[in-house]
């Protein structure tokens, strides 16, 4: 009942974080759910926008549903909006998204939903998961966009379908098929900072079988956001250099209409370089890694009597992330790491239709995780397996529309034992302009082996961390209700959500002075001191409101609102009271995409406004906790058509030149330019389909 209440006052009030609906992501969702007229659509465009208009999404039910028709609001950003934006990588397409917030940690920038942390953001591909956290969390930076078809994000509460680590929602990445007898496409771009983004994809349809292929090579250099702390071996650096490249093949064979296997391979490398100080001296380190990521997964997918359909899934993922510092001019703070981790799971779904009114689905995973880390005290291992079902219950379905979702899974986890997680959800269309959408669920999430057995030292950044092997698993509840209106060429949405976790993982910062309770006793070095530990109650709640609009094929205008409030309580001498650090209190974005069709011309403005931030950590080490500056982002693209396969593209990123070297270690402002070519070939009408 206390969550219950908590959630009614949050409606009333009107005070606190954010969320964003399932349309004014991109040019995608506003389509889809505005009913756009195809009479007002450029006919070389016409292909396209059907396309968009019919737009499949998978994430939120693990069953294929029209965004339009979705039971649970779900948030898409396709692959022309992909493009358009020239954004290179996951990190890059999410900085300026409604209701997305983007932590930024030395091992790289995480995905945070509903105010909760990244390690409570669930990261898939291709509806799989993938190894390769570092401090629990993805670096969406690592993430590339070249064989990118779209991107699906699920806000709240998804542990009924996904199990642990969807606590917060849910980031599928869907890759591109080959659809035409050929496709393919190239793009190259330079900019400050010897940024250079090379990419390219190949897709081809023959017959029974297509294939995808892309690839790309990415690279810029550090840089330096506070010139004035120069120091005799060099400066330190904001932001780290790199160089990366991947690639990536999928493979799709229909051997008849009712059996279709795939194959899925994907390789990144990645370089990274910077220097950093030494806090307290003038002393420098070398910090040199490199991240290697390989992922192979396959499975048929079976149409079987009476609707039904059986999915089989079996994924292998490696990571490998090797660092070696040298702190020049000696050996004292010269270290190396070699950390590997290995991800199986294998996953079989049943769904059918029962009568006119229940879709049932059942799934089965089982996944097994493996790593061996020096900073978690050498090999670790983990089992988990699951069983999952849900009914997608269409009530009505005719003038007026409501379908009730209620959903369960059970973990069992080698560790921590059995989990379970419910979900009931619900659609209500009371009339064709208006959408309703309701959810309340469980979600959970067991210590990681960094949570328990972590023992990391920073002396560049005058910190260490502990792992606490007395750490309990998180479990929450979570409310989330949306709504969206649909007038004319105009989205309404509005959306709010209240989360209540117990035993709720973070790191707690002690005195340098006073032994941390989960790290060694001495501490000669005087270095600020963090131990995992479970706070014995937290809460994030929002409401997030959102505009989005769209005149004929001229102009596209997305807009929101987001409000956060969080509070925990935290354990030291005494139970106190605190905002969650690290969290906005508001966010507003806005996305603008204009285009002169006669022309050939297209501008898009991408921006993005944040409150500021307290945090638990003191970089100026004058004894309080720093609070990072609120901040706006602001990105210009315009494309120009050159001849019908080719375009030419001038831009800016954070053009307001927002960043710090300690608080907000943003790229500063960069300019850039390029060039991009597209080519296809339509199938013929007697083509095999």
């Known amino acids: 009942?206390?969550?219950?209440?908590?959630?009614?006052?949050?409606?009333?009030?009107?005070?606190?974080?954010?969320?964003?609906?399932?349309?004014?992501?991109?040019?995608?969702?506003?389509?889809?759910?505005?009913?756009?007229?195809?009479?007002?659509?450029?006919?070389?465009?016409?292909?396209?926008?059907?396309?968009?208009?019919?737009?499949?999404?998978?994430?939120g039910s693990r069953t294929e549903k029209l965004l339009s028709d979705a039971p649970v609001a779900t948030d898409v950003i396709g692959r022309e909006a992909v493009r358009d934006s020239g954004a290179p990588n996951l990190e890059a397409i999410l900085e300026t998204l409604p209701g997305v917030q983007l932590e930024r940690r030395a091992n790289g920038t995480g995905l945070q939903l509903q105010g909760l942390n990244p390690e409570h953001v669930l990261l898939l591909i291709d509806g799989e998961r993938v190894a390769g956290k570092t401090r629990d969390q993805f670096d969406v930076g690592q993430f590339d966009l070249e064989n990118v078809e779209r991107v699906e994000i699920v806000r709240g509460a998804a542990s009924a379908l996904y199990g642990a680590d969807a606590m917060g929602g849910v980031v599928n990445?869907?890759?591109?098929?080959?659809?035409?007898?050929?496709?393919?496409?190239?793009?190259?771009?330079?900019?400050?900072?010897?940024?250079?983004d090379l990419i390219g994809n190949v897709g081809t349809r023959q017959g029974k079988l297509s294939l995808n292929v892309s690839g790309g090579l990415h690279r810029a250099d550090a840089f330096d956001l506070d010139p004035s702390d120069e120091a005799p071996n060099g400066n330190p650096t904001s932001g780290d250099g790199f160089t990366?490249?991947?690639?990536?093949?999928?493979?799709?064979?229909?051997?008849?209409?009712?059996?279709?296997?795939?194959?899925?391979?994907?390789?990144?490398?990645?370089?990274?370089?910077?220097?950093?100080?030494?806090v307290g001296t003038r002393g420098i380190i070398d910090r040199n890694e490199r991240?290697?990521?390989?992922?192979?997964?396959?499975?048929?997918?079976?149409?079987?009597?009476?609707?039904?359909?059986?999915?089989?899934?079996?994924?292998?993922?490696?990571?490998?992330?090797?660092?070696?510092?040298?702190?020049?001019?000696?050996?004292?703070?010269?270290?190396?790491?070699?950390?590997?981790?290995?991800?199986?799971?294998?996953?079989?779904?049943?769904?059918?239709?029962?009568?006119?009114?229940h879709f049932v689905s059942i799934g089965v995973e089982g996944l097994h995780e493996q790593?061996?880390?020096?900073?978690?005290?050498?090999l670790q291992d983990r089992r988990r397996g699951a069983i999952y079902v849900q009914d997608e219950w269409t009530i009505l379905e005719d003038?007026?529309?409501?379908?009730?979702?209620?959903?369960?899974?059970?973990?069992?986890?080698?560790?921590?034992?059995?989990?379970?997680?419910?979900?009931?959800?619900?659609?209500?269309?009371?009339?064709?302009?208006?959408?309703?959408?309701?959810?309340y669920g469980w979600g959970f999430r067991p210590p990681t082996f960094e949570n328990l057995y972590l023992v990391f030292v920073n002396p560049g950044s005058n910190y260490r961390i502990n792992g606490n092997p007395d750490l309990v698993p998180e479990v929450s509840q979570g409310v989330n209700i949306d709504a969206t209106y649909r007038y004319d060429d105009l989205v309404f949405t509005a959306a709010g959500f209240f989360n209540a976790v117990d035993n709720l993982?973070?790191?707690?910062?002690?005195?340098?002075?006073?032994?941390?309770?989960?790290?060694?006793?001495?501490?000669?070095?005087?270095?600020?001191?963090?131990?995992?530990?479970?706070?014995?109650?937290?809460?994030?709640?929002?409401?997030s409101l959102g505009v989005g609009y769209r005149y004929e094929r001229y102009?596209?205008?997305?807009?929101?609102?987001?409000?956060?409030?969080?509070?925990?309580?935290?354990?030291?001498?005494?139970?106190?009271?605190?905002?969650?650090?690290?969290?906005?209190?508001?966010?507003?974005?806005?996305?603008?995409?204009?285009?002169?069709?006669?022309?050939?011309?297209k501008l898009v403005v991408r921006a993005a406004y944040e409150g500021p931030a307290e945090l638990f950590a003191d970089f100026d080490l004058d004894g309080n906790d720093d609070t990072r500056p609120a901040f706006a982002l602001l990105d210009l693209r315009v494309a120009q058509d050159l001849f019908e396969y080719a375009e030419a593209f001038v831009g800016v990123e954070n053009l307001l030149d927002a960043g710090d070297h300690y608080t907000l270690p943003l790229q500063p402002r960069t300019f850039y330019a390029g060039v991009a070519g597209r080519f296809d070939i339509e199938p013929t009408k007697d083509a095999t389909p």
Request: with cysteine; charged share 25%.
């Open 399 to 439: 003038a007026e529309r409501l379908v009730v979702i209620p959903s369960l899974r059970y973990d069992a986890d080698s560790q921590f034992g059995g989990r379970p997680s419910p979900r009931l959800a619900a659609r209500f269309d009371p009339f064709r302009e208006l959408t309703l959408r309701a959810s």
């Open 244 to 278: 990366s490249w991947n690639v990536a093949a999928r493979a799709d064979y229909e051997a008849d209409e009712d059996t279709n296997a795939g194959l899925r391979v994907r390789y990144r490398t990645s370089d990274v370089n910077g220097l950093n100080a030494i």
């Open 291 to 357: 991240i290697e990521r390989l992922t192979v997964s396959g499975g048929p997918v079976l149409k079987l009597p009476n609707a039904a359909k059986l999915r089989v899934s079996v994924v292998h993922s490696r990571y490998r992330q090797q660092i070696v510092q040298d702190q020049i001019g000696t050996r004292d703070g010269d270290s190396s790491e070699d950390n590997r981790q290995v991800s199986n799971q294998a996953t079989v779904q049943y769904d059918r239709l029962f009568g006119d009114q």
């Open 505 to 543: 993982i973070t790191t707690l910062r002690f005195d340098s002075n006073e032994p941390a309770p989960c790290g060694p006793t001495l501490n000669p070095n005087r270095l600020s001191q963090f131990c995992y530990s479970n706070v014995a109650d937290a809460q994030t709640m929002g409401v």
């Open 1 to 59: 009942m206390r969550l219950i209440r908590n959630f009614i006052a949050l409606a009333a009030l009107l005070t606190p974080s954010a969320t964003w609906a399932q349309v004014g992501t991109s040019s995608t969702s506003t389509r889809a759910d505005a009913g756009l007229d195809l009479s007002l659509v450029d006919p070389a465009l016409e292909d396209e926008v059907d396309d968009t208009i019919e737009e499949i999404v998978v994430t």
């Open 371 to 378: 790593q061996d880390v020096e900073f978690t005290q050498g």
């Open 555 to 601: 102009l596209e205008a997305n807009t929101s609102l987001d409000l956060l409030r969080t509070k925990g309580s935290f354990p030291t001498d005494e139970v106190v009271e605190h905002e969650l650090p690290g969290r906005p209190n508001v966010r507003a974005t806005l996305r603008v995409t204009g285009r002169v069709p006669d022309w050939g011309t």
């Open 173 to 196: 990445i869907i890759t591109r098929e080959g659809k035409k007898p050929l496709t393919s496409s190239a793009r190259a771009t330079y900019g400050q900072l010897n940024q250079v």
